[in-house]
């Protein structure tokens, strides 16, 4: 248990959005993703998710890990399909933010939805690192009712309501935590995790790479941090992480620029230098396989609709 309070206390834990909606008409995302964690509350209808297809009911969640890419049928199954550089473009063909005076009847689907970051150190996003798939929550009342208390707070516009939606944010990511833990869910996985606070090493190295992600973070580089050899420390990252270190920096770089086209003005150009990547081309192909869309039609969306 003190292995899982480490844990808990090194994480950074960030808000980044939510929102109640409405679907306006059923449909499927054949290929979704994020680079931040997600929980889906299904508030009214059902949802499916998965190869299998997997019930969400009302009143159950889904959590998406940051970088996990699954598919996700909001309504009814065998309904129009699109892929997530679709979605993410055109979100209000499919999302209606919930307002006062917004019709609903007993066909609406409805959920509630959040985006969090938790790092570990602030260097490692913890869920991700973990490599757990999608899967749902049932029976817990205290992860829905923290969706929906950061919703309210983020409406109410109230004295305080930055510091209010942290500690909510952070109480979900506990909450969520717990949930695993006490469903004994990826035990294995979370024993791995804990290799982060047994060798210092791994977080020198993973510290270089935030520290030093627009330059150099070839093998030879990450195996100075760690003293030791260039041979050995692809092996000695995968063996503790699960994933190999170059595997690792590029989601770190896409991370990044994905934080960037949402928080900046920078060019496309500026952005894939700022982390790493000299040819802008390159830098544009890497992020389109990762994450389904363009770049610069992640910024627009992001510039034209706030969902």
Known sequence: MEDYNKIIESLGIRYIKSKQVKIVKPFTITNYYDVENQLILVEQGVCFFG????????????????GKQLSIIYGEKNFNKISNEDFVTCKEKYFEPLQTGSVIN???????????????????????????????????????????????????????????????????????????????????????????????????????????????????????????????????FKMLTGINPQDYIEYQRMELAVSKLRTTKLSIREIGRNVGYKDTAYFCRRFKMMFGIPAGKMRRRETLINL
């Open 106 to 236: 007993s066909e609406s689907i409805v959920i509630s939805y959040i985006n969090i970051e938790a790092k570990v150190f602030d260097t490692v996003n913890f869920f991700a690192s973990l490599d757990i798939p999608a899967f749902k929550i049932s029976g817990d009342q205290f992860i829905g009712k923290g969706i929906k208390e950061a919703i309210l707070e983020q409406k109410s516009k109230s004295v305080g309501q930055h510091r209010m939606t942290k500690t909510i944010t952070e109480q979900i990511i506990i909450d969520l935590i717990r949930y695993i833990v006490d469903n004994n869910l990826f035990v294995e996985k979370l024993a791995t995790n804990v290799t982060y606070f047994k060798d210092p090493r791994l977080i020198d190295i993973f510290t270089y790479i935030k520290d030093h992600i627009e330059g150099d973070l070839s093998n030879q580089k990450l195996a100075n941090v760690a003293n030791v050899s260039e041979d050995y420390v692809g092996q000695y």
């Open 51 to 66: 190869p299998d297809s997997e019930k969400i009911s009302s009143g159950e969640i889904l959590f998406v890990p940051g």
